[in-house]
C-alpha cells in the first residue's frame, strides 16, 4: 500500500507503547487511525494527543481477549469510517512468568487470551473485510520471542510463536487466495515500553505476575533491558514503511540476528537447543 492518505488504520494496545507510536505516525500521513485500548482513561489520553496534533482519530476501548469486543470495534470503525484498510494486532502483556511447571492455569490462560486468542479474534473479524475490498494490510505484533525461547516466560514464548506461524500461515493463504492483501510480522527486540511496568504493578504471585523467584529475576532483567531499548517512535516509522513496501518480515534491529540464526542451525543439524540473549557472547 504506497498511498495511504484518507484511508483508516485500526490500531490495538494504542494507548501507550509502540501502538501509540504507530497511530501517531499513521496520523501524520493523514491516515484516519482508530486507537483501541483496554485502558479507557490513558486511551482518551492517546486520542487527545493525536488530535491534537492535527490527526483524526477516534477511540473505541476494547479487550481483545474478547469477541464480542473485537466484534464491537469492528462496527465503530465501519460506522465512523466506512471501512478498514490496515489493522496493527499489536495489544501485548508481558504476563506470568516464572517456572513453567509452577504456573497455573490461570496464569496461561490470561496471558495467551490477548497474545493469541487476541490476535486470532483481530485475524477471525478484520481479514474478511480486508479480503473482500481486495486491499489493505494486517500488521502482527510479534516479538523477538517467537523465534527464540528464554527461560522463565513461558506463556509469553507460546503466545508470541504462535503469532509468528499465524502470520506466515495467513501470508501464505492470502498468496494462494491471489489476494492483495499484505501482512507484515513485527518483531521487535527491546523497545523502551511500559509493559513489564504493567507486570511490576501486579501483585507478586497474582495472574500476569511474576510468580516465584525466578519471575522475580526475569523481570528485573526485563525492566533494565525495555529501559535501555528502542524508542517507540522508531518503531512507528519502521511499520509505516513495512506496509508501503509490503514488507512481511519486520526486525527492529540485528541484535538479535546471531541467536535466531544459532536457533535454525541448531535445529538443522538436530542439536539440543542452547539459549543465547542478544548480549550474551
Known amino acids: 500500500m504506497d498511498e495511504l492518505q484518507g484511508k483508516t488504520a485500526v490500531i ?30 490513558a486511551l482518551g489520553t492517546a486520542v487527545d494527543q493525536i488530535r491534537d496534533a492535527g490527526g483524526k482519530a477516534l477511540g473505541a476501548q476494547a479487550d481483545v481477549s474478547s469477541e464480542a469486543d473485537n466484534a464491537q470495534l469492528m462496527d ?33 490462560e490470561w496471558t495467551l487470551g490477548i497474545l493469541l486468542k487476541g490476535v486470532i479474534h483481530g485475524v477471525r473479524t478484520f481479514v474478511p473485510h480486508l479480503v473482500e475490498q481486495d486491499q489493505g494490510h494486517v500488521v502482527f505484533t510479534a516479538s523477538i520471542a517467537g523465534h527464540v525461547s528464554a527461560p522463565f516466560g513461558a506463556p509469553y514464548n507460546i503466545g508470541k510463536h504462535g503469532v509468528v506461524t499465524l502470520a506466515e500461515t495467513l501470508f501464505h ?21 511500559n509493559i513489564v511496568q504493567a507486570t511490576a504493578a501486579r501483585s507478586s504471585g497474582s495472574v500476569g505476575s511474576a510468580v516465584d523467584d525466578r519471575g522475580d529475576q ?12 528502542l524508542d517507540p ?11 508501503k513496501q509490503n514488507q512481511f518480515w519486520l526486525f527492529t534491529d540485528e541484535d538479535w540476528d546471531s541467536p535466531i540464526a544459532e536457533r535454525a542451525s541448531q535445529i ?11 548480549t550474551q557472547s
Do not use: H
Not at 494507548?15 to 482513561?41: P, T, Y
Not at 510480522?185 to 515500553?193: A, D, K, S
Open 233 to 243: 517512535e522508531i518503531v512507528g516509522e519502521q511499520v509505516l514503511e513495512a506496509v
Open 268 to 278: 538443522g543439524s538436530r542439536e539440543s537447543p542452547r539459549f543465547k540473549g542478544a
Open 76 to 108: 465503530a470503525v465501519i460506522d465512523e469510517f466506512g471501512s478498514v484498510d490496515v489493522v496493527c494486532l499489536n495489544a501485548g502483556v508481558q504476563g506470568s512468568i516464572g517456572r513453567s511447571w509452577l504456573l497455573s492455569d490461570e496464569d496461561y
Open 12 to 41: 490495538t494496545g494504542a494507548a501507550s507503547g509502540m501502538g501509540l507510536a504507530m497511530a501517531k505516525r499513521f496520523a501524520k500521513d493523514e491516515m484516519n487511525v482508530v486507537l483501541s485500548d483496554i485502558n479507557e482513561s
Open 218 to 229: 526475569m523481570l528485573e532483567f526485563s525492566q533494565r533491558a525495555l529501559a535501555g531499548g
Open 173 to 193: 493463504e492470502l498468496k494462494v487466495e491471489r489476494s492483495n492483501v499484505g501482512v507484515t510480522c513485527l518483531c521487535p527486540g527491546f523497545v523502551n515500553t
